[in-house]
């Protein structure tokens, strides 16, 4: 069974900056992209960045050029870098990775639990 567990989120001022860690775990053949959403209260989840194996990265124009999104394939760990944070990024964090559990499996989406960032002074 695979788990993927984020870790970073908390409270911090106006043009702070966090780390967002998210861990995969379990049956992992192979990890293709990974990605982090945002959900703020009523809102839909959106999508924050992307990033693929071999390290291409898609941001959405809300975060470009303040956070970074990276991964440590050896870890089978994706990280968001989060800097010049803004009251508006409050939200909970999700992370995703698409992923085969095995090599005869399907590639199958997977999420995290979530965790929160909240910016305010």
């Known amino acids: 069974q695979v788990q993927l567990v984020e870790s970073g989120g908390g409270l911090v001022q106006p043009g702070g900056s966090l780390r967002l860690s998210c861990a995969a775990s379990g049956s992992i053949f192979s990890i293709n992209a990974m990605a982090w959403y945002i959900q703020a209260p009523g809102n839909q989840r959106e999508l924050v960045a992307t990033?693929?194996?071999?390290?291409?990265?898609i941001y959405a124009d809300s975060v470009k050029g303040r956070f970074t999104i990276s991964r440590d394939n050896t870890k089978n760990t994706v990280y968001l870098q989060m800097s010049s944070l803004k009251p508006e990024d409050t939200a909970v964090y999700y992370c995703?990775?698409?992923?085969?559990?095995?090599?005869?499996?399907?590639?199958?989406?997977?999420w995290g639990q979530g965790t929160q960032v909240t910016v305010s002074s």
């Open positions: 995703r990775a698409w992923l085969q559990a095995t090599a005869q499996a399907m590639g199958q989406t997977y």
């Open positions: 990033i693929t194996s071999g390290g291409s990265t």
